[in-house]
């Protein structure tokens, strides 16, 4: 019969720390092989999850970063430069880092930074030909000199492509913009949907957000508050129009009759600062999600335009 080590005793016979391999705590072969021992191993989320950060959504500017350990893809410039690297930092994230930059259309709002951050980061660009054809020409000097994308890279709705290891699939939505589009991005099993800018939500985007763990839809105002508020009327034609903004409800009639209410995590972007009010936007999706609503699925969280929201890890 084997026989096991005492513990070592001290001078007042307590057992004192033993500080090499401790031979009387060994299990005999039969208790280890009917109750083998777990082993954990702690890996930073870092290290292994898809996150989302946005860095800035409404009419002042819109930008997000989606990214896995790898790979960093920064959607739209809408805010300067400086600004993108200013709230980059506050999250811990280097901006210098970023892999790409994919743009949803040519509103200055979304591209505001562009030509500079390009520039600084030497990155490619991603945007539809006709999105950068109006950019381009927009951006033109009192020479009428166009700016230059050093590694522009020419997309097509509906077709995916790949930036390191996410899979980016762009779907055409009704905006009144050149080629104006939303974006999905599939990782490590992990899918998120971004959908901003635009006047109703047709079958075809319904679609490309099936199944989304996050899902970043726009409720850009509230009815009642646009009609009343301080826009001309042709403005506020525009956005009420089916090219224009996403209301809070018709945002809620999507969650209501089209949503498969899957996504962990609905951050409700792009709200009005004059015809909105975060709170409202936050009832009417929460009333309209309902018993959907759980520990796990359809946490809603509220993109502001004036600072950077928590990164939503998965």
């Known amino acids: 019969m084997e026989r096991r080590a005492s513990p070592p005793v001290g001078k007042f016979g307590f057992p004192v720390r033993w500080q090499g391999p401790r031979p009387w705590a060994r299990k005999s072969?039969?208790?280890r092989k009917l109750l083998p021992i777990p082993?954990?191993?702690?890996?930073?989320?870092?290290?292994?999850?898809?996150?989302?950060?946005?860095?800035?959504?409404?009419?002042?500017?819109?930008?997000?970063?989606?990214?896995?350990?790898?790979?960093?893809?920064?959607?739209?410039?809408?805010?300067?430069?400086r600004e993108t690297f200013r709230r980059m930092k506050a999250l811990g994230k280097d901006p210098r880092s970023l892999s790409a930059i994919v743009i949803t259309h040519?509103?200055?709002?979304?591209?505001?930074?562009?030509?500079?951050?390009?520039k600084k980061l030497k990155i490619p660009v991603f945007m539809t030909g006709a999105t950068h054809q109006i950019w381009a020409r927009a951006m033109r000097d009192d020479n009428g000199v166009r700016p230059a994308l050093e590694r522009l890279e020419i997309f097509a709705a509906g077709k995916s492509f790949q930036v390191g290891d996410i899979a980016?699939?762009?779907?055409?939505?009704?905006?009144?913009?050149?080629?104006?589009?939303?974006?999905?991005?599939?990782?490590?099993?992990?899918?998120?949907?971004?959908?901003?800018?635009?006047?109703?939500?047709?079958?075809?985007?319904?679609?490309h957000l099936r199944r989304c763990e996050v899902l970043?839809?726009?409720?850009?105002?509230?009815?009642?508050?646009?009609?009343?508020?301080?826009?001309?009327?042709?403005?506020?034609?525009?956005?009420?129009?089916?090219?224009?903004?996403?209301?809070?409800?018709?945002?809620?009639?999507?969650?209501?009759?089209?949503?498969?209410?899957?996504a962990a995590y609905v951050v409700l972007a792009h709200i009005s600062e004059h015809n909105n009010h975060p709170e409202i936007a936050r009832r009417a999706a929460e009333k309209a999600l309902g018993p959907r609503q759980t520990l796990l699925l359809n946490r809603v969280m509220l993109a502001s335009q004036t600072e950077p929201l928590e990164p939503i890890r998965l």
């Open 39 to 81: 082993q954990r191993s702690r890996v930073s989320c870092e290290h292994m999850c898809v996150s989302v950060s946005v860095l800035a959504s409404g009419s002042r500017g819109n930008s997000a970063v989606v990214q896995t350990s790898t790979t960093r893809i920064l959607v739209d410039a809408g805010i300067s430069c």
């Open 168 to 207: 980016v699939t762009p779907f055409t939505i009704p905006h009144d913009a050149a080629d104006p589009v939303g974006f999905t991005f599939r990782a490590e099993g992990v899918k998120v949907g971004i959908a901003t800018d635009l006047g109703y939500v047709p079958a075809s985007v319904r679609d």
């Open 29 to 31: 072969r039969l208790t």
């Open 216 to 262: 970043v839809m726009e409720s850009n105002h509230d009815v009642e508050m646009l009609r009343v508020g301080p826009y001309p009327w042709s403005v506020k034609q525009r956005v009420m129009s089916r090219v224009g903004h996403l209301s809070n409800d018709a945002l809620a009639q999507f969650f209501t009759s089209d949503y498969d209410g899957g």
């Open 106 to 118: 040519e509103h200055s709002d979304h591209v505001y930074g562009l030509h500079t951050l390009a």
